[in-house]
């Protein structure tokens, strides 16, 4: 598809401004909250989308990520969900 | 704090602070009979709501009226509830809102303003409203943008307005609105009052519906348009409220705490007041939030039909109003046996002319439509509406707290 949304390392994001990112310790998750709505993240988005800060590139939120969980090769993992949360208009590139 | 016995949290909280209003809607979906003696809850009162709803998982307030800008410490209230980690939105018609309140609200932590409108036009705005509104509703549109909140686009569609979607989108557009929302009517106190003016046509709905999808292709990426449908001309009905104290809490202008906005008028049920109770009680305790939780109290045909876990009978408020009897399925499932009572009401929408008056949203008519109703007149449907003993009462006992 044309439209497809290209994610590549060396990019910077932030959440967009119409959302606001919370932890919901009622839902033990985190949330995304907009105008008369909410999306409940799983741990993995949570994870991501906290470090967008409109500074860290792709590629510095992978290698934090895989240092705050002692894990490897999530790159593929990450720009994936970005693609998905550009469509979602949940986040902007910086 | 954990849900409780697979019930779930109250994540959605509308706060109904007043019933004061400038504006007379005859699709206004405060209780018909709203006018009768009640105190507005406090500031502190509001506070404490606000707190041990949070508590509960409360995440989305909704702060609502009448019209909530009648309360002079609205701003007080958005503190505390940004304070608390909410989301809070406005939901106002515009009328009270002044540049340095804007500024006041937005200092206050409010999130995003969901302004009502009418119509597209000045003319049809104004008569739907009763009142002479548009240009300040047109001004507070530009303050909203100006202060960088997103802006929702309110309109209720029916029979007199929903020809003019086209001009309506086109007025949001020029606006800059992130969201529009076209709900029509659902026909709850005021509306039910003025059911017959107010249902579209058939193909009204479908001509509407068209012209936002073509729309909606047109702004893609830049506005969100939602199109409510009206369940009258539907076959089955929606999931009310996603289920009966499953998700939305209600706190009226007096305190009463309700699983929908209005449930009030349901015969033979208490509902908590936060004067008397927490909301955690109120939630997981109170007889009438767990009156039609679930299944339990279903009837046939719903106790045994496959798809009742997709709208669990629909709509408790619609089937007292339109049968009798709140276990009823909702009279909008073509499997209810009442369902033609939804079937005349749409026949009726192809007569040319409907000589019925329409009812507008005034203190004074709140309180005429109480007597009659307290006096056996008004149609049996129609006495449904009010909650049994309701009493007029003067309109300046209602209010809470004095201006200062
Ligand atoms: S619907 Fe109209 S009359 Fe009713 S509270 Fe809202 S603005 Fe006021
Ligand atoms: S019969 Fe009851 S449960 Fe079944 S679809 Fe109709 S309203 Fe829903």
């Known amino acids: 598809m044309s439209d497809e949304p290209v994610v590549t390392v060396e990019q910077v994001y932030a959440v967009a401004k119409l959302f606001r990112l919370q932890w919901e310790p009622a839902q033990k998750a985190h949330v995304l909250l907009y105008p008369e709505g909410m999306v409940r993240l799983n741990q993995s988005a949570g994870e991501i989308l906290k470090r967008l800060d409109g500074k860290q590139t792709i590629a510095q939120v992978v290698a934090d990520c895989e240092a705050a969980f002692n894990a490897q090769g999530l790159e593929q993992d990450v720009l994936d969900f970005m693609a998905g949360a550009i469509r979602q208009g949940w986040v902007l590139r910086v | ?404």
């Not at chain 2, 958005?78 to 939901?91: D, F, K, M, P, Q």
């Not at chain 2, 026909?187 to 519906?209: G, I, M």
């Not at chain 2, 292709?217 to 009310?240: S, W």
């Not at chain 2, 709509?315 to 009798?324: F, H, V």
Request: aromatic content about 8%.
């Open chain 2, 1 to 404: 704090m954990p849900s409780r016995d697979g019930v779930g949290m109250p994540m959605w909280l509308l706060a109904e602070v007043t019933y004061r209003c400038p504006l007379h809607c005859v699709f206004c979906y405060n209780p018909v009979d709203y006018a009768k003696q009640h105190q507005e809850l406090t500031t502190e009162e509001w506070k404490r709501v606000l707190r041990e709803s949070r508590e509960l998982g409360a995440a989305q307030l909704g702060l609502s009226g009448g019209e909530p800008l009648l309360r002079d410490d609205l701003e007080e209230i958005v503190r505390e509830a940004r304070s608390l980690g909410y989301y809070t939105n406005l939901l106002t018609s515009g009328i009270g809102m002044t540049e340095a309140r804007i500024a006041a609200l937005k200092g206050a932590g409010l999130d995003h303003i969901q302004l009502s409108f009418q119509d597209s036009t000045k003319q049809m705005n104004d008569f739907l409203s009763s009142t002479r509104t548009f240009d300040l509703k047109m001004k507070v549109a530009a303050l909203i943008k100006q202060y960088d909140y997103p802006m929702v686009l309110n309109c209720v569609l029916h029979r007199y307005n929903i020809d003019h979607v086209q001009q309506i989108l086109e007025m949001a557009e020029a606006m800059g609105a992130e969201y529009v929302e076209l709900a029509n009517t659902q026909f709850y106190s005021w509306a039910y009052l003025n059911k017959d003016q107010l249902l579209p046509t058939r193909e009204q709905v479908e001509h509407a519906e068209l012209v936002t999808d073509a729309f909606r292709e047109k702004v893609k990426g830049r506005m969100r348009l939602f199109f409510v449908m009206p369940d009258y001309h539907a076959t089955r009905p929606k999931k009310c409220t996603n289920g009966w104290g499953n998700l939305f809490i209600t706190v009226q202008a007096d305190g009463t705490v309700l699983p929908c906005h209005v449930a009030g008028m349901l015969p033979g049920m208490t509902f908590p007041n936060v004067r008397e109770h927490s909301m955690e009680w109120a939630w997981y305790d109170s007889p009438g939030f767990n009156r039609f939780r679930g299944d339990g109290w279903m009837k046939d045909p719903c106790r045994t039909c496959p798809e009742k876990e997709k709208d669990l009978g629909g709509c408790r408020c619609q089937a007292y109003m339109l049968t009798g009897d709140a276990e009823n399925a909702d009279p909008v499932c073509d499997k209810s046996p009442h369902h033609e009572r939804i079937r005349e009401v749409v026949e009726r929408t192809k007569l040319a002319v409907n000589e019925q008056p329409i009812v507008f949203r005034t203190d004074r008519d709140s309180r005429d439509l109480m007597k009659q109703c307290g006096e056996g007149g008004l149609k049996v449907d129609e006495r449904r509406l009010f909650e049994p003993g309701a009493t007029a009462t003067e309109a300046n006992t209602r209010i809470g707290r004095t201006p200062a």
